[in-house]
């Protein structure tokens, strides 16, 4: 029988245990209906099930009246609606070190809900959102976030930034925003697309079922339910939030570079 030098041992369980680190769940799937994928740069596209583990470094996509639910080890919720793609690009938390948690997520088209975790409460500035248009940060927070010819967000709790080269815009509760694209300064709107955040208020309700407490807002973008996201796994309150068109504009800053 070949031996294999000592070195080249400790080698190979190195390599085997960063590769442990780097597949080590950070989130579960709470919820998935319809066609709804997940897939890596090291694994074929399989279809999401409630349940599985998520690891950092995957996309999910979610197709035609497809939705998905994905609860993360710090707390964090996000919603998927359909015809989304959402990337997972890091996630560090240690429930011991709770303000050195990074998270860094993409969402590359569609629409989704984020509401923070400890991550977000412990440390905003390790809390990312990155989209084409332009990078979202939190302060603790339950927002939308729709994709479409641009980014629009809508605040339910908390705040957010929307920056990019251009600039910076400060979305406060209540509040839209608006930016055109990655050259265009974020900005304070009070008008969004009718029916833009439909979906998004309907959902978890409606993906739950019986698991939710409250029942979906008429979609007509004037309302937000209160929601619960789960008994055993986790139990999230969405606290109810008015998408009026003037709201947010008087509490809300924007800032050129």
Request: charged letters at 10%.
């Amino acid at each position: 029988m070949r031996t294999i030098p000592l070195l080249t041992f400790l080698g190979c369980l190195l390599a085997m245990g960063a590769d442990a680190a780097m597949a080590a769940p950070v989130g579960l799937v709470q919820h998935a209906s319809g066609d709804t994928w997940i897939y890596s740069r090291t694994e074929r596209a399989r279809h999401l099930k409630p349940g599985q583990a998520i690891e950092s470094g995957v996309s999910i996509t979610t197709g035609t009246m497809s939705s998905a639910v994905l609860r993360f080890n710090d707390g964090q919720i996000v919603v998927l609606a359909s015809n989304a793609t959402f990337r997972v690009k890091n996630f560090v938390y240690d429930p011991d070190r709770p303000g050195q948690g990074q998270l860094h997520f993409e969402l590359v088209k569609g629409g989704m809900r984020a509401v923070t975790g400890s991550i977000g409460g412990k440390n905003r500035g390790g809390w990312l959102l990155e989209t084409p248009a332009a990078n979202i940060g939190i302060v603790g927070t339950d927002f939308f976030a729709v994709v479409e010819q641009g980014l629009y967000t809508h605040v339910n709790a908390g705040a957010v930034t929307l920056s990019n080269d251009a600039g910076v815009a400060t979305i406060a509760a209540g509040g839209n925003g608006f930016v055109a694209g990655e050259a265009a300064l974020p900005a304070i709107t009070v008008t969004v697309p009718d029916g833009l955040f439909a979906e998004l208020q309907a959902l978890p309700a409606g993906a739950l079922g019986a698991a939710a407490s409250g029942a979906a807002s008429p979609a007509t973008g004037t309302g937000v339910s209160a929601v619960t996201m789960g008994t055993a796994a986790v139990a999230i309150g969405i606290a109810a939030a008015a998408l009026a068109a003037g709201s947010g504009g008087s509490n809300s800053t924007a800032t050129h570079h």
